[in-house]
């Protein structure tokens, strides 16, 4: 499997769309104590130019969160990395690299209510609402697109193409 040569959406579409969401958020979270929350790994590329791009002060943190091999129909999720600044009270900004069944990121929502924080938002740089299975709608979207499998932008294929600045779809060959 290899990367298309033509990006889908190219480098400056996608910063275009980041500063585009970072002001929309700005305004929408202002006051609001805000922790801008990447999952790990896909999420951390988009989240780190989100957060820089946005004008309200924030706090940093992460969540890794982990499908159970072969254990997908149940969506069980684990998670490997959890965020240590307190989150009770404040607004956590999920930021994923991209949406599709929705299993993950209605188990991080799950998880992260469990800290009381005074809201859960989701943004989301791609979304694939065709491969829904667990109803998620995110507040924030960068992109929607169709079915196939990208790369680039934090998406791997097999740990390669996260440091792609653009997206690309993944070929046969
Ligand atoms: P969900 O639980 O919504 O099905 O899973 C979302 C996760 O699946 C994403 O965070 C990502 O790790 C992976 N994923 C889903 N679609 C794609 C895709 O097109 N490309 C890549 N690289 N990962 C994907
Ligand atoms: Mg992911």
Redesign the pocket.
């Known amino acids: 499997m290899k990367r298309s040569n033509e990006p889908l959406i190219d480098a400056a579409a996608i910063q275009q769309r980041v500063a585009a969401l970072a002001a929309e958020i700005s305004t929408d979270f202002a006051g609001q104590d805000v922790v801008v929350l990447p ?1 790990l790994k ?2 951390v590329f988009f989240g780190v130019d989100l957060a820089r791009a946005m004008t309200v002060p924030v706090q940093l943190d992460f969540i890794r ?1 982990r ?1 159970y091999e072969g254990d ?1 129909s149940t ?1 069980r ?1 684990e998670f490997s990395i959890e965020p240590t600044v307190p989150l009770r009270g404040k607004t956590v900004l999920i930021v ?12 991080i929502v799950e998880r992260l209510l469990e800290s009381e924080p005074e809201a859960v938002e989701l943004c989301v740089l ?1 979304d ?1 609402p065709a ?4 109803p ?1 709608s995110p507040r924030f979207v960068g992109f929607e ?1 169709e079915n ?4 680039g932008y934090g ?3 097999n740990e390669q ?1 996260r440091q792609l600045s653009a997206i690309y779809t ?1 070929e046969e060959r």
């Open positions: 999952v896909g999420g969160a499908s997908r969506g999720v994923e690299d991209i949406l599709d069944t929705g299993r993950t990121a209605s188990a791609l694939k491969g829904r299975v667990v998620m697109i196939n499998f990208v790369v998406l791997d294929y193409y993944l």
